[in-house]
């Protein structure tokens, strides 16, 4: 694997017993936080990132074990890793491109199906797939030598915000003050709560069941997805190898017995769903990792930015909305709230602060329409696969079918899925 190389040294996370200044304080140590506070400090902005796992570090993800938290990353993800010098420093070895998406209606046949081919799109590939810690780990390593980035092993307890700068007071002590503050803190965000910014929330009253599986058959770098009768939908991503993740998110009930099956009863479990079609695309499947699950919904913060009278705080990735898994978006969707927010900081005018409210604003603007269409799609896909009356799911696999005949509406497909959107 390739490293990240600087001439600066190492420097050791900071205590935060102390009071301290920065431009910028990002609060949040996920992908997109850390993400961001690094992409804020290679534009020369003085950063804070504060997050309470940021001491531990994490390792390089290696042979044969595979993370459980693995993702689909966009095109537009791997653009703005590029942009942070991320994506050349990561093990390519560990990442696995998506050349086809091959996704079934309950019938689970070819007159409810649609597929989409990067051969088609004219595009290499349509995604890749990987693990969290591997890119984690790798902005983990950028940021350790990026000197006006500075890291915080902290929890961020309260918030004031007046009309010059904001001040955040920490768990252990210290105090933070900044110009701006970027809230990466997550779905059910503190700071967006503190702030009062109202949100529109919605539990799909199902889990996603996470485990990796190694495969009988090559899965062709093809992602499956079906949807089953009742709203189950089964998703089958592809790894290095002959490896799949997967993804099943169903009801409650039903993900508390799925995390009690035996490597047998997981075989009559994929045997009897889709009329054993997974088991005929990929063969026999072995668990190679413990089952998780991750409680669904919907969220979506009124405003990205805050708070009303004098806005100083903006929101990033979950913090700002969470969608259902079925498209693999969300992690991309809070990337690009990043790439936007970077571009916007980065080629301000001369004579504005980075907490001007022209900028938040058009940040904001930028960020409405992305967010409302994805979790429009995201939701109402959802919600039809879901539903039980036969004139719905009439009109789905009619649909399904037809937008798998029509170039047009695939190529328009593709395009969103790809998230292409300028941010240089
Ligand atoms: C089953 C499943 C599969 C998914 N698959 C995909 C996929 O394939 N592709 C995709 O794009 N997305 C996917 N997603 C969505 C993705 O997981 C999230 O959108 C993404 O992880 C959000 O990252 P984040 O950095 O915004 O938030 P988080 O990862 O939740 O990070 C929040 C951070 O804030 C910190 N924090 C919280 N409170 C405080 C505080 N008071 N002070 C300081 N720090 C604080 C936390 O410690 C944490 O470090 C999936 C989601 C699920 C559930």
Not at 183 to 196: H, K, M, V, Y
């Amino acid at each position: 694997m390739s490293e990240v190389h600087t001439n600066l040294p190492f420097r050791p996370l900071t205590p935060s017993l102390q009071n301290k200044t920065a431009d910028v304080v990002v609060v949040g140590g996920g992908i997109v936080g850390k993400a961001c506070a690094l992409g804020l400090a290679q534009s020369g902005l003085q950063t804070i990132e504060i997050a309470p796992d940021l001491g531990q570090s994490i390792p390089s993800p290696q042979g044969s074990h595979w993370g459980q938290r693995i993702y689909a990353f966009s095109p537009s993800t791997q653009k703005l890793l590029a942009q942070l010098q991320i994506w050349d420093a990561i093990d390519h070895g560990r990442l696995q491109t998506v050349r086809d998406m091959r996704i079934y209606g309950d019938r689970g046949g070819k007159e409810d199906y649609l597929h989409l081919s990067a051969f088609e799109a004219g595009t290499p590939q349509l995604a890749w797939i990987g693990e969290s810690d591997l890119i984690e780990h790798t902005i983990d390593q950028a940021s350790r030598f990026q000197n006006k980035l500075e890291r915080i092993s902290d929890v961020v307890k309260k918030v004031n915000v007046d009309s010059e700068k904001t001040a955040l007071h920490l768990k252990n002590g210290g105090t933070i003050s900044a110009k701006l503050i970027i809230a990466a803190d997550g779905a059910n965000s503190p700071i967006r709560n503190e702030l009062g910014i109202t949100v529109s929330e919605e539990s799909y009253a199902q889990s996603a069941v996470v485990a990796n599986w190694s495969c009988a058959y090559p899965h062709l770098k093809t992602a499956f997805q079906w949807f089953l009768p009742g709203g189950d939908i089964v998703a089958m991503l592809p790894l290095p190898g002959k490896q799949v993740s997967m993804v099943w998110s169903t009801s409650p009930e039903n993900t508390a017995d799925l995390l009690k099956l035996s490597q047998t009863q997981w075989a009559d479990q994929f045997a009897f769903i889709a009329n054993g079609a997974i088991l005929k695309q990929l063969g026999e499947l072995k668990l190679y990792s413990i089952p998780i699950a991750f409680p669904l919904r919907k969220i979506r913060a009124e405003r990205f930015i805050g708070p009303e009278a004098s806005p100083k705080v903006v929101l990033i990735g979950d913090a700002a909305h969470v969608m259902h898994p079925l498209a693999g978006q969300g992690l991309n969707l809070g990337l690009r709230d990043v790439a936007v927010l970077l571009n916007t900081l980065s080629k301000r005018e001369s004579f504005r602060q980075p907490n001007d409210l022209v900028l938040l604003r058009r940040y904001e603007r930028q960020r409405q329409g992305d967010t409302s269409a994805l979790l429009w799609v995201t939701d109402k896909l959802k919600k039809l696969f879901s539903a039980t009356s036969n004139t719905k799911r009439q009109l789905r696999n009619w649909g399904l079918d037809l937008v798998n005949k029509s170039h047009f509406i695939k190529q328009r497909l593709i395009e969103r899925a790809l998230g292409e959107i300028g941010f240089e």
